[in-house]
């Protein structure tokens, strides 16, 4: 195992010891939804797996890991959020997040297509299947609450920052929950010659969530 490896599973390690107290003093509740959704304009899923720990604001390192202030398409305080959210993850959200970093931060993979190119490969490397848990329309809605997402949410979103355009990505865990900032793992597409990166966007309008499954 390379140095580098080794603290990722240290620091891992430390996250889930810290979540699994919070989890024993009451913290960190957990549910087996019936139902992903019960608004009255929402589209209602049946679950078929009992999805365990609601989101919940991550712990903070005190500071970054020294490897995870090398990249360019990760800005070092938003680390112990990508970090927080595989320790916390369901187990196959976490295969799907741990695949999407490696080709993002040390694959640096670029793949043909766009972001839903990516993201499927990115789960397929993975092994992982998805759900549709919750599906709207972009124009005319209806959008999910920020309750209703969890790490490793495959999101179809409007991009408020680039001209309220269609864009997908991956839902690593909020920044700023109140106005809706989330930190996504997003591909711009091989046209531009960059690898994924890690990206803060307003997640106002969320009309699609596909969500891991083993």
């Known amino acids: 195992m390379t140095p580098r490896y080794t603290a990722v599973v240290v620091q891992l390690q ?14 960190l509740p957990t549910v087996a939804n019936a139902a992903i959704f019960t608004s009255a304009n929402a589209t209602i899923v ?15 390192l005190a500071s970054p890991p020294a490897f995870m202030q090398s990249y360019d398409n990760l800005k070092p305080e938003h680390a112990s959020v990508v970090l927080a959210s595989e320790a916390m993850a369901t187990p196959a959200a976490q295969q799907v ?9 040390d694959q640096r993979t670029i793949l043909p297509g766009g972001c839903w190119d990516y993201l499927n490969a990115a789960f397929q490397r993975a092994g992982i299947s998805r ?8 124009r005319a809605g209806p959008y999910a609450d920020s309750e209703s997402l969890r ?3 495959w999101l179809y979103y409007i991009n408020h920052g680039y001209n309220d355009i269609e864009h997908s990505g991956l ?25 994924a990166r890690y990206k803060v966007y307003d997640l106002s309008h969320v009309y699609q969530i596909m969500r891991p499954t083993a």
């Open 151 to 153: 790490s490793g949410d």
């Open 97 to 105: 997040l741990r695949q999407v970093r490696v080709m993002a931060l």
């Open 171 to 195: 839902f690593i865990g909020w920044v700023d929950k109140p106005s809706r900032q989330a930190l996504i793992l997003s591909y711009a597409g091989e046209s531009r010659h960059e690898p």
């Open 14 to 27: 430390s996250l889930l010891t810290l979540s699994l107290t919070l989890a024993a003093v009451g913290a």
């Open 131 to 138: 759900d549709t848990v919750f599906e709207g329309t972009y």
């Open 46 to 60: 049946p679950a078929n797996t009992a999805y365990a720990n609601p989101p919940v604001a991550f712990p903070q």
